[in-house]
């Protein structure tokens, strides 16, 4: 069955950058984007790009455009999100999402990762 | 972008009972080339990721239960969920997936039980 397992919660200071990773099993990880997508505390969904594991050719939403890189792994089936120069704002829960569409990018995010929190702080 | 909105922010249905939630885009997410709406539903649940329901509008997932339908074309959306259960309570987003660079969710409507 497909999994995405990421990894645990971190608290970072301001400045800061963090990676947050995504494990896949089940599936042929080279089959299928992966996109990221957070959510702050209390609040609603945003997209922040996707990556082409097969590829490794990355498109990210503009707000992130120069803070953000999407990494893979294809030997441990991991995907890798960065996000340098953190502020207080980027407080959410982080998750990786795998497209519904084999070899091409649907958009359609079929399952999903656990999330993981991360916290910025002073 | 395309900004995508949602009515009610919130609602309580009684056991049994329909639900409905709109969802509305900005521009129209319908491809004209291949008649498809780039429209889709989610489903979360406190402390859950989101699961997919619903995608090309009204194409039901694997497993979710035929009382989750939905409905709409080009710029207006409905999920309605037939009959509601306990277990449907959580928050419902649309997202459209039309614009290749920009993925877009609605802020979410919240369902609980009245």
């Known amino acids: 069955q497909v999994q995405l397992v990421q990894s645990g919660a971190e608290v970072k200071k301001p400045g800061a950058s963090v990676k947050v990773s995504c494990k896949a099993s089940g599936y042929t990880f080279t089959g299928y984007y992966m996109h990221w997508v957070r959510q702050a505390p209390g609040q609603g969904l945003e997209w922040m790009g996707r990556?082409?594991?097969?590829?490794?050719?990355?498109n990210y939403a503009q707000k992130f455009q120069g803070r953000v890189t999407m990494t893979r792994d294809t030997s441990i089936s991991t995907a890798y999100m960065e996000l340098s120069r953190l502020r207080s704002d980027d407080t959410a829960v982080y998750y990786c999402?795998?497209?519904?569409?084999?070899?091409?990018?649907?958009?359609?995010?079929?399952?999903w990762g656990q999330g993981t929190l991360v916290t910025v702080s002073s | 972008d395309i900004v995508m909105t949602q009515s009610p922010d919130s609602l309580a249905v009684s056991l049994g009972e329909r639900a409905t939630i709109n969802c509305k885009s900005s521009q129209s997410v319908l491809y004209s080339s291949n008649n498809k709406n780039y429209l889709a539903w989610y489903q979360q649940k406190p402390g859950q990721p989101p699961k997919l329901l619903i995608y090309w509008a009204s194409t039901r997932e694997s497993g979710v239960p035929d009382r989750f339908s939905g409905s709409g074309s080009g710029t207006d959306f409905t999920l309605t969920i037939s009959s509601l259960q306990a277990e449907d309570v959580a928050v419902y987003y649309c997202?459209?997936?039309?614009?290749?660079?920009?993925?877009?969710f609605g802020p979410g409507t919240k369902v609980d039980i009245k």
């Open positions: 999402a795998r497209d519904r569409v084999e070899y091409s990018s649907s958009r359609i995010l079929d399952y």
């Open positions: 997202q459209q997936y039309y614009s290749t660079a920009r993925v877009t």
């Open positions: 990556i082409n594991p097969n590829s490794g050719g990355t």
